[in-house]
């Protein structure tokens, strides 16, 4: 069987000697010393400034809305992504509006992010789909005209270049998910990369009751710790993230070398590399997903209709907006196996498979 993803587990010795420490210091949470540590580690491995972690990386949105004070009024979001974004501002008592995707890229169009901004419009919400890197000079432009916050669902641009630096440090705050399934993870986990100190400092109080230095409540606050011994997996996994990262993206090339002419790939923006968090590929139509899909199973090869379906066309977001290009990529993408430990001969069996589905 080749599953679709599979959870990166490091060397259990590793994971096993943080362990101990815990034992010795019985120092469960509360940012504790191991949160301290790889708040401080992938700050510095990710070329960030102000880092937070958090419990989730759902957590890491609603918290980050709550620290800009956005508790009402509507945020521009995509309807090409996973559930917990729109699901994380209506959470918040924000509505989401859907802005359609370019065809090429799948991220948000910031054309239409501006044909739906009104006096209501508080945040824009893009997410950088699969970890290619969004407009991000664009979206900056029409967030400041309007005075808008912008909040990016950076969850798959875990260690994502743009322009030489890390996307992570665009918009007033970015999120990450440190989620089993993502490249790389705590078990569960999350962090928001905020641009201001300030937010950081309010951020750290949310996520702890709102509490303030003397233990007295400055704002209602929520719990969104992290754990200690979540933090052990996330300090296990980044000695040898680098390597991860590295095999990652030769699987991804693999998959677009033996695939080439067959299936059409997300555009990537020329100012960054593909990350290896995902491998999606684009079929002539929905009928070809399913053919793919059937041929795939047969063999005992997972495959997965992500994003699908358009959440435009979901009714519990409320806006369901018209967005013709998520809607009409939804139905034609899937995305095929891709995991740390995946080999080069997974990947032609894959593509083996894929090649003889579609002729
Ligand atoms: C995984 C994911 C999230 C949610 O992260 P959790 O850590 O699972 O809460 C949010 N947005 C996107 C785009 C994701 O893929």
Redesign the pocket.
């Known amino acids: 069987m080749i599953p679709i993803v599979k959870p990166f587990l490091p060397d259990i010795g590793r994971y096993q000697s943080y362990l101990d420490d815990i034992y010795a210091r019985t120092w469960l949470t509360n940012n504790g010393p191991l949160v301290q540590e790889l708040e401080t580690r992938l700050a510095e491995y990710l070329g960030v400034e102000h880092l937070l972690l958090v419990a ?6 609603q918290v980050a809305f709550r620290t800009f004070g956005l508790e009402e009024g509507e945020a521009i979001t995509t309807p090409f ?2 559930a ?2 729109p699901g ?1 501002l209506r959470w918040q008592n924000l509505q989401p509006r859907f802005a359609d995707i370019c065809p090429d890229s799948l991220n948000i169009a910031p054309d239409c992010v501006e044909n739906l901004i009104t006096e209501t419009t508080r945040a824009i919400v893009p ?1 950088h ?1 699969f970890g290619n890197p969004c407009d991000v000079e664009r979206l900056s432009t029409i967030a400041q005209r309007h005075g808008l916050k912008v909040i990016y ?1 950076a ?2 641009a875990f260690a994502c270049q743009y322009k030489g630096q890390t996307v992570l440090q665009h918009g007033d705050a970015a ?1 990450l ?3 089993a ?2 490249m790389f993870h705590c078990v ?3 962090a928001i990369i905020f641009k201001e100190r300030e937010a950081l400092e309010k951020a750290r109080q949310l996520i702890n009751f709102g509490f303030d230095r003397h233990n007295v409540p400055a704002h209602v606050g929520i719990n969104a710790k992290m754990s200690e011994l979540h933090a052990a997996m996330g300090l296990a996994m980044l000695d040898i993230f680098p390597e991860i990262l590295a095999h990652r993206q030769a699987l991804m090339q693999a998959y677009q070398q033996q695939l080439s002419g067959w299936v059409t790939f997300q555009e990537w923006s020329k100012d960054s590399r593909n990350n290896g968090a995902y491998a999606p590929i684009i079929l002539p139509s929905e009928a070809h997903v399913f053919a793919v899909m059937d041929a795939l199973q047969a063999v005992n090869i997972q495959s997965r209709r992500y994003f699908y379906p358009n959440l435009a066309e979901v009714s519990v977001y409320g806006d369901e907006g018209i967005c013709p290009t998520s809607a009409d990529i939804s139905r034609r993408i899937l995305c095929l196996p891709l995991f740390a430990n995946m080999t080069f001969e997974e990947v032609s069996t894959v593509s083996e498979t894929v090649k003889k589905a579609l002729s």
């Open positions: 989730n990386g759902t957590l890491a949105l992504t996973f917990a974004t994380a997410v789909v669902d969850a798959h999120t998910s440190l989620h399934t993502k569960e986990g999350g």
